[in-house]
């Protein structure tokens, strides 16, 4: 085990994930190697270049920089891989585990001609059981190689702080030799380390998601109900949050959550209850509330423009969260499609997301500014990226999705979507 003293270590697969593990480690002074096989983005994390919007994680390359390479053989010249291959949702919820199969295949290849101990963690999203029933059979007949799961609780736009300052950190293990080599390259940082097996820690990031999600579409109903009864959701939520079996965080009310991580997630987690027998009815529930919202949103805009037929319907916000350029599963999606099969002209702007959206939707209009969506017959607030607190929405009818002061104040008609 000595060899592994050094602690080389090699990331494979560059997402945000990651990109963020092989920075993070980076900056806590290991050595790191990253392994992608896009050459475009090597060649942009090897110029100091983030090739995905990500504030903090963009600063930390200029300064901190991390080796890429598309070489595979080069894990061989380190002690530790991270996988961080995706696991994108299919047709049926399950995850599609090619982009971590692949790479574990090739892994399992290598090693065999290593010779020496090499320790495999893998951090990618993988169902319970994935690791036991699909990847140790690839390292079997290997005993110089470990395994240990190791799930991430990073969220995209703040996912450099979230991993230098983690929550927990969580390992999975099959035998304890392995996971104390985690724990040792973990020391370098403050958080309760939970050690268990590989299912339970699969689940606890299943878990995690899925009980975040709930939050969400839990204050996102009693936000529902509120709208009817002339409550404020946020004020409702403030009085909760104090009770710390309930817990700070996750209970902004409105037009529900986006992203690659939770609709994801939680299809993948009821595709596998299902197939374990078990019929998940709370799961679903939660997706279905969040599906719900944008059909709550426009029914809104309807009770100020009841017909939509060649309006021009103002979109502030893009992404699934602000602080991001990624639009994987965005309330926008639907919004813009409920819209645009309603007849109106969409006039959206987005800080950073407008590239991606364009791939999805050439046809509507980007506007330069906010100010130019502001100048439409209404305006639709979906994400609360920062700069549209500071615009003036004297005028305009807004309907909002995520609370922004300054609409809620100006705006000459105002609707908040759950208060
Ligand atoms: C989520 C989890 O928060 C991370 O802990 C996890 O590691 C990550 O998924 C993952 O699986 O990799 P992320 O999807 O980046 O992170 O973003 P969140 O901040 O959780 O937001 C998700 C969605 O929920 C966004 O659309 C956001 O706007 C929405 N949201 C969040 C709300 O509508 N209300 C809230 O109170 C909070």
């Known amino acids: ?104 295949e090739q892994l399992a290849q290598l090693l065999k001609r290593k010779g020496r101990p090499h320790l495999v963690v893998i951090r990618s999203t993988v169902v319970p059981g994935t690791i036991d029933e699909v990847i140790a059979p690839y390292f079997s007949g290997l005993p110089e190689v470990g395994i240990c799961a190791n799930p991430e609780f990073l969220q995209m736009g703040t996912a450099l702080e979230d991993f230098m300052s983690p929550s927990r950190i969580v390992i999975g293990e099959n035998d304890r030799k392995w996971g104390d080599i985690l724990v040792s390259l973990y020391k370098a940082f403050s958080a309760p380390i939970i050690r268990t ?16 999600a709930s939050k969400i579409s839990f204050i996102n109903e009693i936000g529902n109900i509120c709208k009817k ?62 599906n719900s919202q944008p059909k709550h949103m426009i029914g809104l805009l309807k009770k100020h423009v009841p017909s939509l037929k060649d309006k021009v319907i103002g979109i502030l916000g893009l992404t699934f969260k602000p602080d991001t ?17 309603e007849g109106a002209k969409i006039r959206a702007y987005d800080p950073q997301g407008m590239h991606n959206f364009q791939k999805l939707f050439p046809n509507i209009e980007y506007a330069s500014s ?30 909002d999705g995520r609370r922004v002061d300054a609409a809620r104040k100006d705006a000459r008609i105002y609707e908040g979507i759950c208060w």
């Not at 097996?197 to 975040?212: G, H, Q, V």
């Not at 130019?372 to 309907?399: M, P, Q, R």
């Open 229 to 290: 009864l002339g409550i404020d959701a946020y004020g409702v939520a403030e009085g909760m949050e104090l009770d710390g079996r309930i817990g700070v965080g996750h209970l902004r009310a409105g037009i529900g959550y986006g992203g690659s991580c939770f609709p994801k997630d939680i299809a993948a987690l009821v595709a596998k209850a299902k197939e374990v027998g078990y019929q998940p009815n709370v799961l679903q529930q939660i997706v279905a509330l969040n």
């Open 1 to 104: 085990m000595s060899q592994l003293n050094g602690k080389a270590i090699s990331v494979i697969g560059l997402g945000v994930v990651g990109l963020t593990t092989a920075v993070g480690f980076r900056l806590k002074g290991y050595t790191v190697t990253g392994i992608d096989i896009d050459p475009e983005k090597v060649i942009k994390i090897n110029d100091g270049i983030s090739p995905i919007y990500e504030r903090a994680l963009g600063e930390a390359l200029k300064k901190t920089r991390v080796k890429a390479t598309t070489d595979f053989e080069q894990v061989l010249k380190s002690d530790i891989s991270f996988l961080c291959g995706g696991t994108p949702g299919s047709a049926n919820g399950a995850i599609d585990l090619h982009y971590v199969q692949t790479p574990v």
């Open 370 to 399: 906010a100010e130019k969506v502001l100048e439409s017959d209404a305006v639709l607030i979906v994400t609360e990226w920062d700069e549209f607190g500071c615009l003036d929405y004297k005028g305009c009818i807004v309907v």
């Open 197 to 212: 097996d590989f299912k339970t820690a699969e689940m606890i990031k299943y878990a995690s998601n899925a009980c975040l």
């Open 325 to 341: 350029d990624d639009i994987s599963e965005s309330q926008a999606i639907y919004i813009v499609e409920m819209l645009l099969k």
